[in-house]
Nanobody, 126 residues
């Protein structure tokens, strides 16, 4: 049984930084595509950043240059370093894993992921 547990969310002022972590259990995350998705209040879930099983990385345009996704296969942990946070980054952030090998073009499509964490809230204030 795959389990994903996120941590690291919180409240931060605009321009600040946070680092999210997602610990995976029940399988080896190195074989899977994994990603960070976010759901702003009243909006649909959207892809933020994802990393394929081959190490390929894709970022949403809205976070490119500010967020960095990485993973430590030895620790089965996925990270998201978020810098220069903006008000519009406020959302519930979810970690997700896919049992399929995804093409780069599909990495940010939430429908391609079949395991999800409960999420960690990120709130950016002015």
């Amino acid at each position: 049984q795959v389990q994903l547990v996120e941590s690291g969310g919180g409240s931060v002022q605009a321009g600040g930084s946070l680092r999210l972590s997602c610990v995976a259990s029940g399988y080896s995350s190195s074989r899977n595509s994994m990603g960070w998705f976010r759901q702003p209040p009243g909006k649909e879930r959207e892809g933020g950043a994802a990393i394929g099983s081959d190490g390929s990385i894709r970022y949403a345009d809205s976070v490119k240059g500010r967020f960095t996704i990485s993973r430590d296969n030895n620790k089965n942990t996925l990270y998201l370093q978020m810098n220069s946070l903006k008000l519009e980054d406020t959302a519930m952030y979810h970690c997700a894993a896919s049992s399929a090998v995804l093409y780069w073009s599909l990495l940010l499509n939430p429908l391609q992921y079949n395991a999800w964490g409960h999420g960690t809230q990120v709130t950016v204030s002015s």
